[in-house]
C-alpha cells in the first residue's frame, strides 16, 4: 500500500515508521520544515524510544520518506491518514479542527484516483462527515472515502503500543474503505490484534470515552488518595485491594498530582463540550476535569505546606517536568501548574528533567534549569518529585540530604518508602498514605497522569 502521513509529529511520526516497518511504503508529510529537515538528516525531533533506529531502517530501506510536498504525497496514495494536532480551542476547549480542515482542503485539491481519506487525530464525532463535505466541495471529481482510525498509542510506549495494540478501531460510512484498512493493517491482524469495524460516528467516539474513561479512574484514585490522607488510610493498598479485582484492573490506579499531557486534558475538554452541543451533558466528565484541574495547584499548597506553610524566599528543586517519564512532551504537564502556585508563593524554583527541558524553556520561564538530580537538590528547601523517571528511583539520599539547605521530599509519585526517605535523613511527604504506612509496596503498575 501507499500511504501518506499528513502530521508527522508523535502520532503520524510512530504511525508513518511502524507502517513502513510492515513494508508499506509510506511519505510523512509535515508543513514544517525544520522538522522535515531534521527528519532527512536522520534525526529524530522528539524523544520516544526506539523511534530512531525505526525511522533509521526503514529509511534505508527506502520504505519511508519526509516532505513538505502534501500534493505529490497524496497523488500517489491509495491511504491518507490525517495525524495533524487537535489542541483545545482557546476559550471554549473545544477541539481546534483548523488544522484538519486545512489539510482536508489541500488533500483535496490533490486528490488522484481512488482514495481512503483516514482520520487520525483524535476528532470529536460528526468530524468525518465535515471532512468529507469539505474534500466533496473542494474537487467534486474526487474519488474518495472518509474513514476514521482513532490512535491509542501511549508516548513513551509508543512503538510497542502501535505495534502491539489492544485493539484496532476503524470507523467506516462506505464499504470500499474495509479491504484497504484491512489491508494496512494485515500484519496487525495476522499478530491477533482485533480489527474492529463500527460506524465512522462510533469510532469518533470510542477514543474520547476511552480517553475520559482512563482520566476518570485516574481522578478517582486521586481523590481516593485524599480521603485515605485525612481518614488514616493507604491508597497504594486501596489501589492493589480494588486493582486485583478483575471487573476493574489495576492499571491507571497510581495516586499522584493529577492527569497531565497532550491528549487528557484536551479529550476531556472535548468530549464534555460534544455532550453539551448534543444536550447530552456528561455529568462524571464534567466533575472530573474540575477535580483535576484543581487537583493541580492543590499538589503546589502541599508543598508550601510541607515547607512549613510559606515558601517565601525558599528554594523549591522540581524533579521531573515532563508529564510522564519517556517523554518529552510537556503539553498540560501538572509540573507546569505546581510551579506556578510556588512562584505565586514566592517561592525560587530550580528544575531537571531527563528529556523534557528543551520544551520546558519555551513554556516556563524564570526558573533555574539545573544538570541533574543533585544539582537541583543544592542548596534547596525541599525536593518535590513530579515525574517518576526511572534515575529519580534510585538518588543517592545521603549526597541529596547533604547538599540540601532543608532535607525535605515531597514525592508526589509515591515511589519511595518513608522509612527509607526518614531514614536517610529527611523529612518525607507522599501521597495518600495517611496512616503512616508508606512501607506498603501497592501495585505498581505505571499509570499517566
Ligand atoms: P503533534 O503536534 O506532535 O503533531 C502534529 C503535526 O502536524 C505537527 O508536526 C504539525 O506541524 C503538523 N501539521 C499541522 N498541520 C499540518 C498540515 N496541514 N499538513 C501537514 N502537517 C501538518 O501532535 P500529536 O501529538 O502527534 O497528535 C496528533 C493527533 O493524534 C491529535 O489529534 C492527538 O489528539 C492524537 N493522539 C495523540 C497521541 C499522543 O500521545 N501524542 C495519542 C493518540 C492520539
Known amino acids: 500500500m501507499r500511504i501518506a502521513m499528513i502530521g508527522s509529529g508523535y502520532v503520524g511520526l510512530v504511525s508513518g515508521a511502524c507502517f513502513s516497518d510492515y513494508g508499506h511504503d509510506v511519505t510523512c508529510v509535515d508543513v514544517n520544515q525544520d522538522k522535515i529537515d531534521q527528519l532527512n538528516n536522520g534525526e529524530i525531533p522528539i524523544f520516544e524510544p526506539g523511534l ?24 500517489q496514495a491509495d491511504v491518507v491518514f490525517i495525524a495533524v494536532g487537535t489542541p483545545s480551542r482557546r476559550g471554549d476547549g473545544h477541539a481546534d479542527l483548523s488544522y484538519v480542515r486545512a489539510a482536508a482542503t489541500e488533500i483535496a485539491n490533490a486528490l488522484k484516483g481512488f482514495t481512503v481519506i483516514v482520520t487520525k487525530s483524535t476528532v ?3 468530524t468525518g462527515d465535515d471532512v468529507e463535505r469539505i474534500i466533496a466541495q473542494a474537487n467534486p471529481k474526487a474519488n474518495f472515502v472518509v474513514a476514521s482510525n482513532p490512535e491509542f498509542l501511549r508516548e513513551g510506549a509508543a512503538i510497542e503500543d502501535f ?20 489491508e494496512v493493517y494485515r500484519p496487525l491482524y495476522l499478530n491477533q490484534a482485533p ?9 469518533e467516539l470510542i477514543k474520547y470515552a476511552a480517553n475520559a474513561f482512563l482520566a476518570m479512574k485516574i481522578t478517582f484514585i486521586n481523590e481516593m488518595a485524599d480521603l485515605c490522607e485525612k481518614a488514616g488510610g493507604d491508597v497504594q493498598a ?19 498530582p493529577g492527569y497531565g499531557g497532550s491528549c487528557f486534558p484536551k479529550d476531556t475538554l472535548a468530549l464534555v463540550k460534544s455532550g453539551q452541543d448534543f444536550d447530552a451533558p456528561l455529568r462524571l466528565i464534567e466533575t472530573t476535569v474540575a477535580v483535576n484541574d484543581q487537583r493541580k495547584r ?18 523549591i528543586g522540581i524533579l521531573g517536568l515532563t508529564f510522564k517519564p519517556n517523554t518529552d512532551d510537556m503539553r498540560d504537564a501538572p509540573s507546569i501548574a505546581i510551579i506556578q502556585t510556588l512562584r505565586d508563593a514566592g517561592a525560587t524554583i530550580r528544575a531537571y528533567d531527563p528529556e523534557g527541558m528543551d520544551m520546558a524553556r519555551t513554556i516556563i520561564e524564570g526558573i533555574e534549569y539545573a544538570t541533574d538530580a543533585y544539582d537541583v537538590a543544592t542548596g534547596a528547601d525541599c525536593l518535590v518529585l513530579v515525574t517518576e523517571w526511572n534515575q529519580f528511583r534510585s538518588l543517592d539520599l545521603d549526597r541529596i540530604r547533604q547538599s540540601m539547605a532543608t532535607p525535605a521530599l515531597v514525592d508526589l509519585r509515591n515511589i519511595y518508602r ?24 501497592g501495585d505498581q503498575t505505571a499509570a499517566t497522569q
Not at 533506529?53 to 497524496?74: E, K, M, P, W
Not at 479485582?245 to 495516586?255: E, H, M, T, V, Y
Open 52 to 75: 530512531q533506529a525505526l525511522v533509521a531502517d526503514n529509511l534505508n530501506a527506502g520504505r519511508l520518506s519526509f516532505t513538505t510536498a502534501l500534493a505529490s504525497a497524496v497523488a
Open 124 to 126: 470529536p464525532v460528526g
Open 163 to 182: 505495534k502491539r495494540p489492544d485493539r484496532i478501531v476503524v470507523g467506516i460510512e462506505d464499504e470500499r474503505a474495509r479491504p484497504v484498512l484491512e
Open 195 to 203: 480489527l474492529m469495524f463500527t460506524g465512522r460516528r462510533t469510532a
Open 238 to 256: 486501596v489501589a492493589r485491594g480494588i486493582g486485583l479485582d478483575k471487573r476493574i484492573g489495576s492499571k491507571f490506579l497510581n495516586a499522584g
Open 298 to 315: 492543590a499538589m503546589g499548597r502541599k508543598v508550601i505546606a510541607a515547607c512549613g506553610g510559606d515558601v517565601r524566599g525558599k528554594t
Open 418 to 441: 518513608r522509612k527509607e526517605i526518614e531514614d536517610a535523613g529527611l523529612s518525607y511527604v507522599s501521597i495518600g498514605r495517611g496512616a503512616d504506612s508508606g512501607d506498603h509496596d
